[in-house]
Antibody, heavy 119, light 108 residues
Framework: EVQLVESGGGLVQPGGSLRLSCAAS????????MTWVRQIPGKGLEWVSS????????YYADSVRGRFTISRDDAKKSAYLQMNNLRAGDTALYYC????????????WGQGMVVTVSS | EIVLTQSPATLSVSPGERATLSCRAS??????LAWYIQKPGQAPRLLIY???ARATGIPARFSGAGSETEFTLTISSLQSEDFGVYYC??????????FGQGTKLEIK
């Protein structure tokens, strides 16, 4: 069974930092591109960042570039999102997503981790 | 950035009836479009990719069509488990990947 389990979310003050982790199981993690997608409660989906297999590329949405860093550890079958200088607008449910097929179609989704940025 | 516009925002359909959802792209995306369903309290789930290909385990009542800028998702005979919010996503020109704003399919 495919599983993606996020951790590391919570409440943080504006300007603070959090590191989201995503533990994967049930599929060949190293062959998949990993992505983070966020969703403000009651709103739509927003792509945040992606990393290729073998970390061949990293991409970021304009809204987070320079503040967020995506990484992966294939030995641990895990992906990460380091979030610095957090803003109120970053408050959302963050999904860890695995994509095969060249990294473009989002095959597997975690259940999401809430990040709340508030003073 | 490619903008995807979904219509209608809300669609009310009775179980057993057909539902057709639309997604329009601001420029040609060839057939590089996926559809997802999100049920309340759950993560999105992949339904369709490549405009027409069903993902693993997706029943045949779901069918996708279209290319270039106009796409549709049709559910031939709605079941209770089909109600939720549907999103389209383009992967022709990325980054960024972009999603439509969603169509809520509700029970009539």
């Amino acid at each position: 069974e495919v599983q993606l389990v996020e951790s590391g979310g919570g409440l943080v003050q504006p300007g603070g930092s959090l590191r989201l982790s995503c533990a994967a199981s049930g599929f060949s993690f190293s062959r998949y591109h990993m992505t983070w997608v966020r969703q403000i409660p009651g709103k739509g989906l927003e792509w945040v960042s992606s990393i290729g297999d073998n970390s061949e590329y990293t991409y970021y949405a304009d809204s987070v570039r320079g503040r967020f860093t995506i990484s992966r550890d294939d030995a641990k079958k895990s992906a990460y999102l380091q979030m610095n200088n957090l803003r109120a607008g970053d408050t959302a449910l963050y999904y860890c997503v695995a994509a095969a097929v060249g990294g473009t179609v989002f095959d597997y989704w975690g259940q999401g981790m809430v990040v709340t940025v508030s003073s | 950035e490619i903008v995807l516009t979904q219509s209608p925002a809300t669609l009310s359909v009775s179980p057993g009836e057909r539902a057709t959802l639309s997604c329009r792209a601001s420029q040609s995306i060839n057939n590089n479009l996926a559809w997802y369903i999100q049920k309340p309290g759950q993560a999105p789930r992949l339904l369709i990719y490549g405009s027409t290909a069903r993902a693993t385990g997706i029943p045949a009542r779901f069918s996708g069509a279209g290319s270039e800028t106009e796409f549709t998702l049709t559910i031939s005979s709605l079941q209770s488990e089909d109600f939720g919010v549907y999103y389209c996503q383009q992967y022709d020109d990325w980054p960024p990947y972009t999603f439509g704003q969603g169509t809520k399919l509700e029970i009539k």
